[in-house]
């Protein structure tokens, strides 16, 4: 069984610019999370969607965006782009709606730089 | 404060030693405790997962959760080299926001 993947693997942008970031979760997962990984700060939860909408959000300013497409992919959207965005962009899955404590599945991540 | 506290490391062990690695917390209301294993450059893969408090064993690891002190524990038994790695621990309220602690690097020496 195919885990979640992501794309690109690695991404280099300049300040100010826009990122795009793509995920696609395990066949049957409907839910989709993303997490930023930064150098100091550990893992940070960014945003979680499920049947195309967003469910919950960590503590990250407006600029970090995303959605659910009907096939249950998703992106996340970084504007305005700064030098601290630059992390590992983690997305996961999970397997049952509405229940609490179902666990998530991490894919590999993209590596985001910021110039 | 951080509400999930651990210990980075590193911490070095000689193949086949058992490791324990730990996890403190502050919020009460983190219901789901969780393991995660990071290699270099990957994403972090699901060790074990448990609810409330008591011991959960799958091969070589065990789980412990223990609430009423906000600990949480991962023993590793015969520890191999291929053990190497990052481990994460994780807590959710339930609200699906997992919190993860800062990560212990594990180096088995062969």
């Known amino acids: 069984e195919a885990g979640v993947t992501q794309s690109p693997t690695h991404l280099i942008k300049t300040r100010g610019q826009q990122a795009t970031l793509r995920c696609s979760p395990i066949s049957g997962h409907t839910s989709v999370y993303w997490y930023q990984q930064a150098l100091g700060l550990g893992l940070q939860f960014l945003l979680w969607?499920?049947?195309?909408?967003?469910?919950n959000r960590g503590n990250f300013p407006p600029r970090f965006s995303g959605r659910q497409f009907p096939n249950y992919s998703s992106e996340l959207n970084v504007n305005a782009l700064e030098l601290e965005d630059s992390a590992l962009y983690l997305c996961?899955?999970?397997?049952?709606?509405?229940?609490?404590?179902?666990?998530?599945?991490f894919g590999p991540g993209t590596r985001l730089l910021v110039l | 404060q951080k509400e999930v506290e651990q210990d980075p490391g590193p911490l070095s062990v000689p193949e086949g030693a058992i490791v324990s690695l730990n996890c403190t917390y502050s919020?009460?209301?983190?219901?789901?405790f969780m393991w995660y294993r990071q290699y270099s450059r990957k994403g972090p893969e699901l060790l074990m997962y448990t609810y409330s408090s008591g011991n959960k064993e799958d091969g070589r690891f065990t789980a412990q959760v223990d609430k009423s002190s906000k600990y949480i524990s991962l023993f590793i038994r015969d520890s191999q080299p291929s053990d190497s790695a990052t481990y994460l621990c994780?807590?959710?309220?339930?609200?699906?926001?997992?919190?993860f602690g800062s990560g212990t690097r594990l180096q088995v020496q062969p």
């Open positions: 919020n009460s209301a983190f219901q789901y």
């Open positions: 994780a807590m959710d309220t339930g609200r699906r926001a997992l919190t």
């Open positions: 996961a899955s999970s397997l049952v709606p509405g229940a609490q404590g179902e666990t998530q599945y």
């Open positions: 969607y499920d049947e195309g909408e967003e469910r």
